[in-house]
């Protein structure tokens, strides 16, 4: 059964630094994996999406990478802001399942000014 | 532009009162679920519909029932309510799940059964 993972369960960094979050998953037989920010009392939206055939993608200041191989992912977050603290979830969808996403339990971060 | 609307926000029920929770978008997705989140835990889906007309059970169905009889809606029934369905509830939508589409969701609901 996949698991997903996320180390640690909270973070907090001060204003400016570059951060890595990290994902990791039993099963590397995905279909995809997203990366997901959850404000309090919001619902998720949707950061990035890496299929399973590539490498990394990248939206502004954050950069997604996989590694199927290890089942390991990385959000990372250049020059971080107070804005950025939320949440942070991956998800993988498994086509075993029909593409239902499994869950991480999420990383709160929180970027001091 | 609306994109997943849930109603209510907020609900407190007894134990044994039913209740729906309504979901509704207008992006015209094909694929719509309903999951509950629970402190420390990840999301966990408790049915989803990839299409009107058909639905089918997730990781956690027992105590729900869904339908979807548009496009549209796919509204969640929680039969009797018990507090271990104390939860914030989310519905998400994408275009098509197989297609690798990112998943759109309401703000939630948050149930508290007494």
């Known amino acids: 059964k996949q698991e997903v993972t996320q180390i640690p369960a909270a973070l907090s960094v001060p204003e400016g630094e570059n951060l890595v979050l990290n994902c990791s998953f039993t099963?590397?037989?995905?279909?995809?994996l997203q990366w997901f920010r959850q404000d309090p009392g919001k619902g998720l939206t949707s950061l990035l999406l890496?299929?399973?055939s590539q490498r990394e993608q990248t939206s502004g200041r954050l950069n997604a990478s996989l590694d199927k191989s290890s089942g390991r992912s990385t959000l990372y977050i250049a020059a971080s802001q107070p804005g950025d603290s939320a949440t942070y979830l991956c998800a993988v969808s498994e086509m075993d399942s029909n593409y239902q996403l499994i869950w991480g339990a999420g990383t709160k971060l929180i970027i001091k000014p | 532009n609306a994109g997943v609307t849930q109603t209510p926000k907020f609900q407190v029920l007894k134990t044994g009162q039913s209740m729906t929770l309504q979901c509704a978008q207008d992006?015209?997705?094909?694929?719509m679920s309903w999951y509950r989140q629970d402190p420390g835990m990840g999301l966990r889906l408790i049915h989803y519909?990839?299409?009107?007309?058909?639905?089918d059970q997730g990781e956690v169905p027992n105590g729900y029932n869904v339908s979807r009889s548009t496009t549209e809606d796919f509204p969640l029934r929680l039969l009797s309510a018990a507090p271990s369905q104390t939860s914030v509830y989310f519905c998400?939508?994408?275009?098509?799940?197989?297609?690798?589409?990112?998943?759109?969701f309401g703000d939630g609901t948050r149930l508290s059964i007494l």
């Open positions: 099963d590397s037989a995905i279909y995809n």
């Open positions: 998400a939508s994408s275009y098509f799940a197989g297609v690798g589409q990112p998943q759109h």
């Open positions: 519909s990839v299409g009107a007309g058909i639905t």
């Open positions: 890496i299929q399973s």
């Open positions: 992006m015209n997705h094909e694929y």
